[in-house]
T-cell receptor, first 113, second 113 residues
Framework: EDKVVQSPLSLVVHEGDTVTLNCSYEVTNFRSLLWYKQEKKAPTFLFMLTSSGIEKKSGRLSSILDKKELFSILNITATQTGDSAIYLCAVPSPMEYGNKLVFGAGTILRVKS | DAGVIQSPRHEVTEMGQEVTLRCKPISGHDYLFWYRQTMMRGLELLIYFNNNVPIDDSGMPEDRFSAKMPNASFSTLKIQPSEPRDSAVYFC???????????FGPGTRLTVL
C-alpha cells in the first residue's frame, strides 16, 4: 500500500528561525511528490518535485527530492508568523484512470513572534 | 477562474439527518475528488470521478455515504443518516488529466450533534 510519512508531527519555532520538514514515501510507481500548505482553509499548492537533486525555490521556501532514498525536505528560512500552517506532503498513487493523492499526516508548524 | 466552489461552507445538523455537500469543479477539469479531513485521520480520499464516472470509491466509509456527479460541473456527497463521527471538514478537489496537481475547494465544515 502506498504510504507517506511526515516528520516532525509538530514544530514550534521563533520568527527568523530556519525549519526543515521531512517527508518519506513508498509508492509503487513514483511520478512526483507534492507539497501543500494548509492554513485555516483548503490546502494550497507549493511545489511539485519529479527529479532528484533539483531544488525548487519560491521565496523563502525551497524543496528537494531524493528518489534513491525516497524522501523530500521542505525548508523555510527566516520564518515569519504567516508561515504558521500545516504542511502536507503527497504522492500520486496511479490508478487505472488518473491518480489519487496519498497524503501524509502533515507537520503543524507554529512560528512565534 | 473562480476555483473549486463548495457549499455550504458550514453545516451543523443533528444525528440522523441527511446531509448534502455540493461541489463545482474548475471548468475544464475532468477529475473530481472528495476528501475528508479530521484531526485523528488526516486527509483521506473518499471517492473520485473521471468524466463524471465514479472510478474509485474504496475510501467511502460506509453505505451511509454516497456521491454523484450528474454533469461535468456539479457533484454531491450525501450522508444519510448522519452520525456524530462524520463531523469533519469535507474537501472537493479537481484536476486535469495530464496533471498531478489537484486544486482544492474551501471545504465544508460539518458538525453532527
Amino acid at each position: 500500500e502506498d504510504k507517506v510519512v511526515q516528520s516532525p508531527l509538530s514544530l514550534v519555532v521563533h520568527e527568523g528561525d530556519t525549519v526543515t520538514l521531512n517527508c518519506s514515501y513508498e509508492v509503487t510507481n513514483f511520478r512526483s511528490l507534492l507539497w501543500y500548505k494548509q492554513e485555516k482553509k483548503a490546502p494550497t499548492f507549493l511545489f511539485m518535485l519529479t527529479s532528484s537533486g533539483i531544488e525548487k525555490k519560491s521565496g523563502r521556501l525551497s524543496s528537494i527530492l531524493d528518489k534513491k532514498e525516497l524522501f523530500s525536505i521542505l525548508n523555510i528560512t527566516a520564518t515569519q508568523t504567516g508561515d504558521s500552517a500545516i504542511y502536507l506532503c503527497a504522492v500520486p498513487s496511479p490508478m487505472e484512470y488518473g491518480n489519487k493523492l496519498v497524503f501524509g499526516a502533515g507537520t503543524i508548524l507554529r512560528v512565534k513572534s | 477562474d473562480a476555483g473549486v466552489i463548495q457549499s455550504p461552507r458550514h453545516e451543523v445538523t443533528e444525528m440522523g439527518q441527511e446531509v448534502t455537500l455540493r461541489c463545482k469543479p474548475i471548468s475544464g477539469h475532468d477529475y473530481l475528488f472528495w476528501y475528508r479531513q479530521t484531526m485523528m485521520r488526516g486527509l483521506e480520499l473518499l471517492i473520485y470521478f473521471n468524466n463524471n464516472v465514479p472510478i474509485d470509491d474504496s475510501g467511502m466509509p460506509e453505505d451511509r455515504f454516497s456521491a454523484k456527479m450528474p454533469n461535468a460541473s456539479f457533484s454531491t456527497l450525501k450522508i444519510q443518516p448522519s452520525e456524530p463521527r462524520d463531523s469533519a471538514v469535507y474537501f472537493c478537489a479537481s484536476s486535469l488529466r495530464q496533471s498531478n496537481e489537484q486544486f482544492f475547494g474551501p471545504g465544508t465544515r460539518l458538525t453532527v450533534l
